[in-house]
């Protein structure tokens, strides 16, 4: 995408309530894989799966085929992302709540033990928890959804993000020029590309290049 369809991109985002980084076009069908739904036997891998089927059935399709561990490191990745994604994004809310809860989501995060009970782990929500969806109140339980040995990495690359969305909340997305366009794409896109490539990573011990990854998560 070159700036000028970039630029537009983003003003029709948040200007007309446009869908979201995480697109979920209407499907008149829902695919399926048996060995994956057998495998997932577990209440709480039924939830987050499920959850995630809700969601986007665009992204729920291609992550419900790949193996174990890597579908609930991805699936974790994707739920914390949408979760914070839907406090940007929300229609209602204030920006100066949206910077808030994104903050107080992120400071949760870097200083939390995930070790805890959950309901120990708390989340600010400033009185607004009637509005915000079900995929961002359970964010705790994404989190514990994924592999322990690399739920660290979801953990940060989430807590970074939402601190970018509080930033550029409070900015009222303003974009002047290329160089805050291609900051803002990269600080709720880009990044996308970058966590999903040290997943990879993680499993299969495949490097990717970090500037295709980073301009495959601003394609979303």
Known sequence: LNYNSQFQILNLRKTHNTPRLFHQPTSPFTIMNPSNTEKT???????AMKVLEETSRTFYIPISYLPDKIREAVASAYLCLRAIDEVEDHPKLENDIKSKILKGMSYTLQTASFECPDDELKFDWYGKESELPEVTLRIIEWIKFCPKEIM?????STATMADRMAFWA?????????????????????????ILSELWEWYEGVKTDRGLAISFGRGL
């Open 41 to 47: 036997t577990q209440p709480e891998k039924k939830s």
């Open 170 to 194: 409070e900015r009222n997305w303003t974009v002047n020029n290329k160089q805050d366009l291609d900051c803002y794409t990269f600080a709720v896109a880009g990044a996308v590309g970058l």
């Open 152 to 156: 660290h990495r979801v953990i940060d």
